[in-house]
């Protein structure tokens, strides 16, 4: 008779007795305990998945903005004859739809060095069109300008090289490249002074400390070039069509030429971030994984201890779904709200990494992220809608399962056995 009577699934009275289980009494003081524990364990294992997942998307994104920003998407090298038809080969593939900068630049390896130090650099020779629309570099230069540049014999460095120099915008410093002239004596490096004419600060400490860019003209001659240059960079509108890029730029360069693209070199670096990436994520579910578990414990003591009660509630006509739905939502609120709590918790600390990093740095007396170690001169937080709800989802799903045995369990309780010694 009570059967065909029951009501409705999640009815009010199933709200009620679940969120009178979370209120523990004083003898029940136990289970509450692990309660609180189950919560704050989903909260922290939610809070730090997004925080660290955030914080490798913006390390990833910000070294990628930077290395693209400065090295080009497509780096052409010639084959077969050097690429002494540098401007003809730039004007064809400029005009390839897509193709945003062609800038024709010849490297070599020096050293710098001042009265005070010395620092082994990669000179990069460019014109000052090109340099002047590179986003990593236009809108980064701290000291001096680019005013100039083709004409003179300035050179154009980094902030960390110019600290270790001790220079400024103004100073000089001296270049030595390991092949120079031939003499009776063998081949002696090449050694000449330039004005420091520019310091750029591109964020990240391993350009910052190793690049030094030189006028073409002046960085053919320093290199003993024959009016040919060492590679064209190529940047592109959209760096994932590359594959697309690759066949047009090769017909249209119109001679003998190698590419290699942004994946190819930086494939390892990038392979390596997107592994630590993974493993991250599946060790820190674990914690998660954990306080579900905290939860089954907990219902499960939730469930022995309320034995009598679920018992009475039986005889009162309580369906077997009623009492399942009961310890259903009492499990389940402590995921749910311990989920959400750690969203917010995460989003916020998200919103506010580079502060709390500076202020654990103050507080701790220690540089925490270290430039010269991390490349990057601040820590990045990029939250990704879809691996934001993935981690949600994914709390929900293991708090949901975790309390279907402990409900399970107490929907099956038998009355009589459960009121045989009471």
Not at 89 to 106: C, F, H, K, N, Q
Not at 177 to 186: N, Q
Not at 188 to 202: E, G
Request: net charge neutral; proline share 4%.
């Amino acid at each position: 008779m009570a059967e065909s009577t029951g009501t409705h699934a999640f009815a009010p009275f199933e709200w009620m007795l679940s969120l009178r289980y979370l209120r523990a009494r004083r003898r029940e003081g136990f289970i509450s305990v692990i309660a609180g524990f189950s919560f704050v364990g989903i909260m922290l294992g939610v809070a730090t998945l997004i925080i660290v997942m955030a914080v490798m998307n913006g390390f990833r994104k910000e070294l990628l903005d930077k290395i693209l920003g400065l090295n080009g998407h497509l780096l052409i090298q010639p084959l077969e004859s050097p690429l002494t038809d540098w401007d003809v080969v730039t004007e064809r593939i400029s005009r390839v739809d897509g193709v945003m900068l062609v800038a024709p630049m010849v490297e070599g390896q020096a050293l710098a060095a001042s009265p005070f130090n010395g620092s082994g650099v990669l000179v990069r020779g460019m014109r000052a069109a090109d340099l002047s629309v590179l986003p990593s570099i236009a809108g980064r230069i701290k000291q001096g300008s680019l005013e100039g540049f083709d004409n003179g014999q300035g050179l154009m460095i980094g902030r960390r090289l110019a600290d270790q120099l001790s220079v400024r915008a103004g100073d000089g410093i001296t270049l030595v490249a390991p092949k120079g002239a031939m003499t009776p004596m063998g081949v002696m490096p090449r050694t000449k002074a330039y004005r420091v004419a520019a310091v750029f600060d591109i964020g990240m400490s391993e350009y910052d400390l190793t690049f030094v860019f030189m006028p073409l003209a002046e960085a053919q001659a320093y290199f003993n070039r024959n009016a040919d240059v060492t590679a064209l960079e190529v940047y592109v509108d959209n760096p994932d069509r590359v594959d697309y890029y690759r066949r047009v730029i090769a017909e249209a360069a119109g001679r003998p030429i190698f590419m290699v693209d942004w994946r190819q070199r930086n494939a390892t670096f990038f392979s390596a971030l997107q592994v630590e990436r993974n493993v991250m994520f599946l060790i820190l579910t674990l914690i998660v994984l954990v306080a579900a578990l905290n939860i089954v414990s907990g219902l499960i003591m939730l469930v022995k201890d309320k034995g009598p009660a679920i018992a009475i509630l039986r005889t009162m006509g309580a369906s077997q779904g009623s009492i399942l739905r009961v310890f259903l939502i009492t499990g389940a609120s402590i995921g749910v709200v311990g989920t959400f709590v750690g969203l917010m918790l995460g989003t916020l600390v998200c919103l506010n990494i580079e502060s709390i990093r500076q202020f654990l740095s103050w507080f701790t007396g220690t540089t925490l992220f270290d430039p010269a170690l991390y490349f990057l001169s601040r820590l990045p937080a990029d939250m990704d809608v879809k691996e934001t709800t993935a981690v949600v989802v994914m709390a929900l799903t293991l708090s949901l399962l975790a309390t279907l045995y402990p409900s399970w369990r107490a929907a099956r309780l038998d009355p009589v056995e459960a009121l045989r010694y009471e």
